[in-house]
């Protein structure tokens, strides 16, 4: 039998109507999972940023401001060192620095390799990526081996043996303070530091262009250490 018109219209009329749509429902559990994703970033990324600020609250505020003055005692030192080896004792401008160009930065690098001098590194210590108890590790290990540079420039002159002997003894000093805070933190490392190979100086220009040296990069790895701890006690 054929249907009527108005059996027609309305079995179409379903169909002509539109149908709930099932994409919300489908894109719901991947909305909660970028967010969930998004508030896991974003609490990563806080913690990261103020882990340096919480871990600095465990080192004692008397024991960074004993830190920042030591530094400021030895950059006086090594500054006074690094002037009477390039000026020399007199006052007057030393004659090895006319002669050899010791006063040229460039210079003094090629001659730091070829004399095997080491630098210390602080890459531990940068506030950008700055890990508390290996920034110690490393201020110490760098003043361990600035301990073992002042010793290979025994003998340099006898005018300049007081400041290299108060110098020496300034580091010391600091290295120990920082060693005694990690071994109060329990952070302190199960074999000391080692100075590895020294280099061995065979003249007098050697030793003092060695001296030259060794004080300006001194000054640049105080510099930098001076920066971290400045912004631990800030924190």
Not at 109 to 114: A, D, I, K
Request: aromatic fraction near 6%.
């Amino acid at each position: 039998m054929y249907k009527s018109s108005l059996e027609l219209v309305t079995n179409r009329v379903p169909s002509l109507l539109p149908r709930p749509s099932a994409e919300p429902a489908a894109r719901s559990p991947m909305k909660l999972i970028a967010l969930q994703l998004l508030l896991w970033h974003s609490t990563l990324w806080i913690l990261q940023t103020t882990a340096p600020l919480a871990l600095a609250l465990d080192l004692p505020q008397n024991f960074l401001l004993k830190c920042l003055e030591q530094v400021r005692k030895i950059q006086a030192d090594s500054t006074a060192l690094q002037e009477k080896l390039v000026r020399g004792t007199k006052g007057s401008r030393n004659m090895q620095c006319a002669t050899h160009r010791l006063c040229h930065p460039e210079e003094l690098v090629l001659l730091g390799h070829s004399l095997g001098i080491p630098q210390a590194r602080l890459s531990r210590c940068s506030s950008q990526t700055l890990q508390l108890m290996g920034c110690l590790d490393q201020l110490h290990r760098g003043l361990f081996l600035y301990q073992g540079l002042l010793q290979a420039l025994a003998g340099v002159s006898p005018e300049l043996a007081p400041t290299v002997d108060l110098l020496h003894l300034d580091i010391a000093d600091f290295a120990t303070n920082i060693w005694q805070q990690m071994e109060d933190l329990g952070v302190d490392p199960a074999v000391k530091p080692t100075q590895g190979t020294m280099p061995t100086f065979t003249s007098a220009f050697q030793r003092r262009a060695g001296g030259v040296l060794v004080a300006s990069n001194l000054q640049s790895f105080l510099e930098g250490a001076y920066r971290a701890l400045h912004y631990l006690a800030e924190a």
